[in-house]
C-alpha cells in the first residue's frame, strides 16, 4: 500500500525567503501526486498536481513541484513566500496499484514572519 | 448545486446521543470520501465509496461509526454513541475520476462538537 510522508508539521520562513515544503511518498508504482492548501478557516483547494508527463509543474500562486522518482519525493517550493501563503498545505497521493484511493500526509503548516 | 454540499454545518450533540451527517456529492462524481479533522490537526481518512465497488472502511475508527451512499449520489455518515473525542470538523470530498488523477472536490464541513 502506499504512503505519504510530510517532513515537518510546522515550518516558518521569512517573507521573502525561500518555501520548502517536503513530501515523499513509499510505492514501487509511482502515484499520482497532489498539494492541497487550506487556508485559515477555509476549505481544500488543489495547488497543483502531477500524473503523466512534465516532472515539474506549475501551480497556483507561484508555487511549483517536482516529481523525483529516484528520491520517491514530490517536494513544493516557492521562491519568494508572501504573507497570505501562511496556510497548511497536505500532500496526497492517489494508489495507482489498486484502489486509486486518495492517501493524504499529516500536513505541514506554513508560517511566513514579517 | 455547483459544489459539494454538507449539512448541517454545525452540530451540538450530547454524549450517548447519535448524529447523521450528509454530503451532497458534484453530480457525477462516482468517488466520495469521508475525513474527520479535529483541531490543527491533519485529514484523518474515513471511508471511501468508488462507484458501485465495496467501499474501503479501513479508516472508521469503532463500529460507533458507519457510512452509506446511495448509488452515485448523497452519503451519510452515522456516530452512534457519540463520545468527547469524536468532536471534530467531518469533511465530505468527491471526484470524477481517481483513475486520471482528477482533483478532489471538499465541502465546507460539519463541526461536531459533543459535550
Known amino acids: 500500500a502506499q504512503s505519504v510522508t510530510q517532513l515537518g508539521s510546522h515550518v516558518s520562513v521569512s517573507e521573502g525567503a525561500l518555501v520548502l515544503l517536503r513530501c515523499n511518498y513509499s510505492?514501487?508504482?509511482?502515484?499520482?501526486l497532489f498539494w492541497y492548501v487550506q487556508y485559515p478557516n477555509q476549505g481544500l483547494q488543489l495547488l497543483l498536481k502531477y500524473t503523466t508527463g512534465a516532472t515539474l509543474v506549475k501551480g497556483i500562486n507561484g508555487f511549483e513541484a517536482e516529481f523525483k522518482k529516484s528520491e520517491t519525493s514530490f517536494h513544493l517550493t516557492k521562491p519568494s513566500a508572501h504573507m497570505s501563503d501562511a496556510a497548511e498545505y497536505f500532500c496526497?497521493?492517489?494508489?495507482?496499484?489498486?484502489?486509486?484511493?486518495?492517501?493524504f500526509g499529516t500536513g505541514t503548516r506554513l508560517k511566513v514572519l514579517a | 448545486g455547483a459544489g459539494v454540499s454538507q449539512s448541517p454545518s454545525n452540530k451540538v450533540t450530547e454524549k450517548g446521543k447519535d448524529v447523521e451527517l450528509r454530503c451532497d456529492p458534484i453530480s457525477g462524481h462516482t468517488a466520495l470520501y469521508w475525513y474527520r479533522q479535529r483541531l490543527g490537526q491533519g485529514l484523518e481518512f474515513l471511508i471511501y465509496f468508488q462507484g458501485n465497488s465495496a467501499p474501503d472502511k479501513s479508516g472508521l475508527p469503532s463500529d460507533r461509526f458507519s457510512a452509506e451512499r446511495t448509488g452515485e449520489s448523497v452519503s451519510t455518515l452515522t456516530i452512534q454513541r457519540t463520545q468527547q473525542e469524536d468532536s471534530a470538523v467531518y469533511l465530505c470530498a468527491s471526484s470524477l475520476d481517481n483513475t486520471s488523477g482528477e482533483k478532489l472536490f471538499f465541502g465546507s464541513g460539519t463541526q461536531l462538537s459533543v459535550l
Open positions: 510505492s514501487s508504482v509511482p502515484p499520482y
Open positions: 496526497a497521493v492517489i494508489d495507482t496499484s489498486g484502489t486509486y484511493k486518495y492517501i
